[in-house]
């Protein structure tokens, strides 16, 4: 088995975090109803609309939104490659 690099492995995640989250935010921007509406979807008939904000976005909450999803993204690569390379260690595993 591979080991995996944490520092990569939390590096690719955050950076996947990163990009996910500026699209997102980007898709919020342009079409706030629709993506509403798309995320309802997932949330198996809780109605999203009753905490759609009426106030206008400012440059400061989307970079702190924007560094905690790589921050989250970062941390949760890096302990899922050290699980991982844990796992691997296993002598009765296969």
Not at 57 to 66: D, M, N, P, S
């Amino acid at each position: 088995m591979n080991k995996l690099n944490p520092w990569h492995t939390g590096s690719a995640l955050a950076l996947t975090a990163g990009t996910v989250s500026l699209l997102c935010a980007l898709a919020v921007f342009l079409f706030q109803d629709g993506m509403i509406s798309f995320v309802n979807a997932w949330f198996h008939g809780l109605d999203m609309t009753l905490i759609k904000s009426n106030k206008p976005w400012t440059l400061g909450e989307f970079a702190y939104g924007l560094f905690g999803a790589t921050a989250t993204g970062f941390l949760s690569g890096a302990v899922f490659a050290i699980c991982y390379n844990l796992v691997g260690k296993c002598p009765n595993c296969s």
